[in-house]
């Protein structure tokens, strides 16, 4: 069973060598990147260095009744708009991996906030919002972030 788990793995990874099959050794660069990649996203091409299941990240936001919060608390405006780049960075620190069955949930269903449309850094973020109760439904599922156990996601 294990030989053929690995077998698989090995066959799966063969689409994304960068040398030529049995030329790794080479005392040169050159041929790096012969064969590319077919990864269609950047998240596919995370999943594969990852050997695992596609997933997405998300930015933890707290709704508020004056706004948006980062995860640390941080008041980040009415429609999310930041124009500190130190709260940029508190806002990027909230951001986690959701877990890979919560994949096509967050795709179909979480968006950057208005405020970080013109943003280079968060523009294309996905923003999980939790509620003033401190949960989010995502999907199916009930999530919440805790400071110690992290991400926590309780089944629908």
């Known amino acids: 069973m294990w030989r053929a788990q690995e077998a698989k793995r090995e066959n799966d990874a063969e689409g994304f060598l960068l040398t030529r099959a049995r030329e790794w050794g080479a005392p ?21 260095v990852r050997d695992g299941k596609r997933s997405v990240e998300a ?22 708009e930041v124009d500190d780049e130190t709260v ?31 943003h280079p850094w968060l523009r294309y973020g996905r923003a999980l919002v939790l509620g003033e109760d401190g949960t989010a439904v995502l ?14 996601v309780e089944r629908g």
């Open 59 to 80: 930015v933890i936001v707290r709704q508020s009744a004056d706004g948006y919060r980062a995860l640390d608390g941080t008041w980040v405006g009415v429609h999310g």
């Open 139 to 152: 999907g199916k599922e009930r999530v919440s972030y805790d400071d110690v156990l992290g991400l926590v």
């Open 28 to 48: 040169t660069l050159e041929g790096l990147h012969y064969a590319g990649t077919r990864a269609a996203s950047e998240e596919d091409l995370d999943a594969v």
């Open 88 to 118: 940029v960075g508190r806002l990027l620190g909230g951001t986690v991996r959701l877990p890979a069955r919560l994949t096509e949930a967050a795709e179909r269903e979480l968006v950057p906030l208005p405020g970080w449309v013109g």
